[in-house]
């Protein structure tokens, strides 16, 4: 019988903040839990995946996040917030926002895994048009895609779904949105094809804003 113990995979960040970066405690206690010849898996998402014990899974995420570590489960769930560098400032490109919507959404289970970013002026470093759901602060509004795909032969931008939206109507619309996908979208149905098939007007009527 093999003594080998249940692994679960996690993803981690830093948090959001200027840049993707981890200090060096951060690296310590990942490091704490690997041996010599594991890897840790940098993905496109601002995030590193570690293995670790099933049966400690919550005991090692609560030292994770005692050091400002952010924990997200891997699967068919919302993504952390992918997001640019704030090069500008955290106030100026709306740095709060990003971290409230992040909050709001990351860990919600779907359908099939969803991408959210968000840019805090129209640079557009953190490529909101070219995931799932794509945020844009213009001025002191923000601009919402949807729908964009980043790969494959079939790639293309999101729609502009919702323009000129305070803080307060993009979260409720980002909450109806993803409510509609875990209500209606099918097992393992990409967001993109929702998006397609369920319809932007049909999307835009049911998140109208009263």
């Known amino acids: ?32 839990y690997m041996d010599e010849n594991d890897e840790l898996e940098l993905t496109t998402f601002q995030q590193l995946y570690i293995e670790i014990d099933a049966d400690r899974k919550e005991e090692i995420i609560k030292e994770f996040e005692e050091t400002g ?3 997200y489960p891997v699967g068919s769930y919302v993504k952390s917030l992918r997001t ?3 090069c ?5 490109e709306g740095m709060p926002i990003a971290n409230e919507i992040n909050k709001r ?35 002191e509004t923000y601009d919402l895609y949807i729908g964009g795909k980043s790969k494959g032969r079939d790639a293309e931008a999101g729609t502009l779904f919702m323009e000129t939206l305070s803080p307060d109507q993009l979260y409720s619309t980002i909450d109806k949105l993803i409510g509609i996908y875990q209500q209606n979208g099918k097992k393992r149905e990409a967001f993109h094809k929702f998006v397609k098939r369920y319809g932007i007007e049909n999307l835009r009527s049911e998140t109208k804003i009263i």
């Open 69 to 71: 570590l952010n924990c």
């Open 88 to 92: 500008k400032g955290a106030e100026e």
């Open 105 to 139: 959404i990351s860990g919600k289970p779907v359908p099939f895994t969803l991408k959210p970013a968000y840019t805090g002026c129209p640079v557009g470093c953190g490529e909101p048009l070219m995931n799932d759901i794509g945020i844009m602060k213009v001025k």
């Open 84 to 86: 640019c560098n704030f």
């Open 1 to 32: 019988m093999s003594d080998t113990k249940e692994k679960v995979k996690l993803a981690v960040n830093g948090g959001i903040g200027f840049g993707a970066k981890l200090s060096a405690k951060q690296l310590m206690v990942l490091a704490k």
